[in-house]
């Protein structure tokens, strides 16, 4: 169905969203996908790789153990290479070596290096004791430590009772944390005390605290980035017994349309191949706006609850030139589009041509109950035009002021970043890939703000996000 410019075509599998500003492509053959786009406002047309427009990662960990804190010392304040670092010479990884005067800090890094400008060039080391249950032994386990952008070291190496198990590069502007195998069959297994506590040391060095952007505006290193112990809350440390998540494959039950006045809406249903895991998404569009809205709403319909780790609104695979995004914020594409979810804990990641809209709800879910997930928005402007400069007080605003017309698929849920894999090393193999990753969900709560008054604080500039990644939902 199309009147004016509006509507919706269909040609077999595929789906065309027909606005007078764009058409939005998905296709329905193996789940929801998005195809490719055309911006009506610069003639362009943008393939986007065929990606899931829907993803979750559900909790399937027996157990997972957090890591509450560590004591930190630096080592050296200069580069040189890690095998002649003082601190390694002096054996700083051994279980037996005293850290009681070391600085207690929440993460591997001690509180405030953030405003030092030579903190690149310095080694630190980092210490903590985990007790590791004697129910593990037999089982999957891995240990997750690293951040995923800024406040992160761009090298670790990581020893296990005095014992070298792995190290970890994060060079891009999006990271992995690094995942160490300690289960059976792993060169780290032998040296795991199960049952018992355990000393984990960290050697780590090239701490980033700057941007590319900072470093272009500010070469001189006399600012820093404020408030590092709240935003972004960007480093993970823990332990996972068993596998951490699943990811289940949607399939397409259901494709409608409805029209209420110059507004469209295309409903699609999902379901897993079991039927225990439901999903509705909903796009929204109209004939004034040049903008795309995406609702997605999640069911758990099995007969026990289930948590959700990760959920992923969208990946987008494109050739044109990409902004890195972040919390709160779009990533613009090529100029002439932004994408984005219209919460200011939702992040929007672009890195190597991939776009990611991501929310970590960490949410358990009963049977027969449901999670809205955050509103997603792709808008278009002409080539060069004012596309990305009137995304906050546009795109942020239109969310707002459409709240009241949205019904229950609002969503009101705080989270944290799409991420990227870093290259983790367990002396024997290498990886730079993509990879779902586990999220351990923190007990803290933020502060529900609606998208109608921040698009205010961000028009005024003074918007910079203060709920830490990984909070459960509101």
Same mark, same amino acid.
């Given at each position: 169905?199309?009147?004016?410019?509006?509507?919706?075509?269909?040609?077999?599998?595929?789906?065309?969203?027909?606005?007078?500003?764009?058409?939005?492509?998905?296709?329905?053959?193996?789940?929801?996908?998005?195809?490719?786009?055309?911006?009506?406002?610069?003639?362009?047309?943008?393939?986007?790789?065929?990606?899931?427009?829907?993803?979750?990662?559900?909790?399937?960990?027996?157990?997972?153990?957090?890591?509450?804190?560590?004591?930190?010392?630096?080592?050296?304040?200069?580069?040189?290479?890690?095998?002649?670092?003082?601190?390694?010479?002096?054996?700083?990884?051994?279980?037996?070596?005293?850290?009681?005067?070391?600085?207690?800090?929440?993460?591997?890094? *001690?509180?405030?290096?953030?405003?030092?400008?030579?903190?690149?060039?310095?080694?630190?080391?980092?210490?903590?004791?985990?007790?590791?249950?004697?129910?593990?032994?037999?089982?999957?386990?891995?240990?997750?430590?690293?951040?995923?952008?800024?406040?992160?070291?761009?090298?670790?190496?990581?020893?296990?009772?005095?014992?070298?198990?792995?190290?970890?590069?994060?060079?891009?502007?999006?990271?992995?944390?690094?995942?160490?195998?300690?289960?059976?069959?792993?060169?780290?297994?032998?040296?795991?005390?199960?049952?018992?506590?355990?000393?984990?040391?960290?050697?780590?060095?090239?701490?980033?605290?700057?941007?590319?952007?900072?470093?272009?505006?500010?070469?001189?290193?006399?600012?820093?980035?404020?408030?590092?112990?709240?935003?972004?809350?960007?480093?993970?440390?823990?332990?996972?017994?068993?596998?951490?998540?699943?990811?289940?494959?949607?399939?397409?039950?259901?494709?409608?349309?409805?029209?209420?006045?110059?507004?469209?809406?295309?409903?699609?249903?999902?379901?897993?191949?079991?039927?225990?895991?439901?999903?509705?998404?909903?796009?929204?569009?109209?004939?004034?706006?040049?903008?795309?809205?995406?609702?997605?709403?999640?069911?758990?319909?099995?007969?026990?609850?289930?948590?959700?780790?990760?959920?992923?609104?969208?990946?987008?695979?494109?050739?044109?030139?990409?902004?890195?995004?972040?919390?709160?914020?779009?990533?613009?594409?090529?100029?002439?589009?932004?994408?984005?979810?219209?919460?200011?804990?939702?992040?929007?990641?672009?890195?190597?041509?991939?776009?990611?809209?991501?929310?970590?709800?960490?949410?358990?879910?009963? *049977?027969?109950?449901?999670?809205?997930?955050?509103?997603?928005?792709?808008?278009?402007?002409?080539?060069?035009?004012?596309?990305?400069?009137?995304?906050?007080?546009?795109?942020?605003?239109?969310?707002?002021?459409?709240?009241?017309?949205?019904?229950?698929?609002?969503?009101?849920?705080?989270?944290?970043?799409?991420?990227?894999?870093?290259?983790?090393?367990?002396?024997?193999?290498?990886?730079?890939?993509?990879?779902?990753?586990?999220?351990?969900?923190?007990?803290?709560?933020?502060?529900?703000?609606?998208?109608?008054?921040?698009?205010?604080?961000?028009?005024?500039?003074?918007?910079?996000?203060?709920?830490?990644?990984?909070?459960?939902?509101?």
């Amino acid at each position: 169905m199309e009147i004016d410019g509006l509507g919706v075509r269909r040609d077999g599998n595929r789906v065309e969203i027909v606005s007078p500003h764009f058409t939005y492509c998905v296709d329905i053959s193996s789940g929801l996908r998005a195809r490719y786009l055309r911006n009506a406002l610069s003639g362009h047309r943008i393939d986007l790789g065929g990606e899931p427009e829907l993803e979750i990662d559900l909790d399937t960990a027996q157990d997972r153990i957090g890591i509450t804190g560590w004591r930190v010392k630096c080592s050296h304040d200069g580069r040189c290479d890690a095998d002649r670092e003082p601190g390694y010479m002096e054996g700083l990884a051994r279980p037996e070596m005293h850290d009681e005067d070391w600085r207690g800090t929440v993460t591997v890094a *001690p509180e405030g290096i953030h405003a030092d400008p030579e903190v690149e060039d310095k080694f630190y080391w980092a210490r903590t004791h985990v007790f590791i249950p004697s129910g593990a032994e037999g089982r999957p386990l891995s240990l997750h430590l690293g951040g995923l952008g800024l406040y992160d070291f761009s090298y670790m190496r990581v020893f296990v009772n005095g014992h070298e198990i792995g190290e970890r590069r994060a060079d891009g502007r999006w990271n992995e944390p690094g995942v160490f195998d300690l289960g059976e069959g792993s060169s780290a297994r032998s040296h795991v005390r199960f049952g018992q506590d355990n000393v984990i040391a960290v050697q780590g060095t090239g701490y980033r605290v700057r941007t590319e952007r900072m470093e272009d505006v500010d070469p001189r290193k006399t600012r820093h980035l404020p408030m590092k112990s709240q935003w972004p809350g960007q480093f993970e440390q823990f332990l996972v017994v068993g596998d951490p998540v699943s990811t289940p494959e949607f399939e397409v039950l259901n494709v409608r349309e409805r029209e209420e006045g110059d507004e469209m809406e295309l409903t699609v249903e999902l379901s897993s191949p079991d039927s225990t895991i439901g999903a509705e998404v909903k796009y929204r569009w109209n004939s004034s706006e040049p903008v795309l809205h995406r609702f997605s709403r999640i069911r758990n319909e099995g007969e026990d609850s289930v948590t959700v780790l990760n959920v992923r609104l969208g990946t987008y695979v494109t050739d044109v030139e990409i902004s890195d995004g972040e919390q709160g914020f779009p990533v613009y594409l090529g100029g002439e589009l932004f994408a984005a979810l219209a919460h200011p804990s939702g992040w929007a990641i672009g890195q190597h041509g991939i776009v990611r809209l991501c929310q970590y709800p960490g949410r358990e879910i009963e *049977p027969g109950s449901s999670m809205d997930c955050m509103e997603a928005i792709i808008g278009f402007a002409p080539a060069g035009g004012r596309g990305s400069a009137s995304y906050p007080t546009f795109a942020v605003g239109v969310a707002g002021s459409r709240e009241a017309t949205r019904g229950s698929m609002q969503s009101t849920s705080p989270s944290g970043p799409a991420r990227f894999r870093s290259s983790t090393r367990a002396r024997s193999s290498s990886s730079t890939t993509w990879r779902r990753s586990s999220r351990v969900r923190k007990t803290r709560t933020a502060t529900s703000t609606t998208t109608s008054s921040i698009s205010g604080l961000i028009t005024a500039g003074t918007w910079r996000g203060s709920t830490p990644r990984g909070s459960p939902t509101a």
